[in-house]
């Protein structure tokens, strides 16, 4: 079966660190990774999308980026946090093809400090 | 720009009784619908879906409603149950996407 693992559950950063935060997906190929993100009282926000190794979109201009140097490997990065960059960020896969649900991580808190 | 709309922010129901939640998107390309329930501190867990060739679909306890002409899709749940109570979001993509647009979604508390 597949599964989707996400590291750490929770990082308080002081403003102006970098981030990093890994993803990793086990028991499928070739699927599509995403990150979203949810602010405190908004909705799940698409922050990248991957359909294959090296090949990210950003769907939202912002002080973070994406990269998948493995076919099943996701990374979330910042080179200098801010405190708007604060929030519950989620790591998800999808097989390909059109109408298939996304699978979620369990999510890393992040508060910038 | 919300495309898509969760009002209502929260509900509250007695156990047993039917929850109704209720979403409404504004793309109209938006071609394949999904309700996803999440427990605090966790991911979104999926639920249940609806391709935009059906106007229901049932799973369980578990049924989606889907107006196409109203842009407006609703989730039932019934019975209600205790382990329900969660927040649940609303999400929509464009055929072959799959790039979801998520609503705010709605805090279901059941009442024992």
């Known amino acids: 079966s597949q599964t989707i693992h996400q590291w750490p559950a929770t990082l308080v950063q002081p403003v102006g660190s970098p981030l990093s935060l890994e993803c990793t997906v086990e028991?499928?190929?070739?699927?599509?990774l995403y990150w979203y993100r949810q602010a405190a009282g908004r909705g799940l926000q698409l922050l990248f999308y991957s359909v294959g190794i090296g090949q990210i979109s950003s769907e939202v201009p912002q002080n973070l980026s994406a990269s998948r140097p493995q076919d099943r490997q996701f990374i979330l990065s910042s080179k200098k946090l801010l405190l708007s960059d604060s929030g519950f960020y989620l790591c998800a896969w999808s097989v390909r093809g059109p109408n298939t649900e996304a699978f979620f991580g369990q999510g890393t808190r992040l508060t910038v400090v | 720009d919300q495309q898509v709309k969760q009002n209502s922010p929260s509900l509250s129901v007695q156990e047993g009784r039917i929850s109704i939640l209720n979403c409404d998107y504004t793309n109209s390309m938006f071609d394949y619908f999904l309700w996803y329930k999440k427990y605090p501190a966790e991911g979104p867990t999926f639920l249940i879906s609806?391709?935009?060739?059906?106007d229901k679909n049932e799973d369980g306890r578990f049924t989606v409603f889907l107006n196409k002409s109203a842009k407006h899709l609703s989730l039932h749940i019934v019975p209600s149950q205790p382990g329900d109570s969660a927040v649940y979001f609303c999400?929509?993509?464009?055929?072959?996407?799959?790039?979801?647009?998520f609503g705010k979604g709605n805090q279901v508390v059941v009442i024992p």
């Open positions: 609806i391709s935009s060739i059906k």
């Open positions: 028991g499928t190929s070739n699927p599509n």
């Open positions: 999400a929509a993509t464009p055929y072959g996407n799959n790039r979801l647009a």
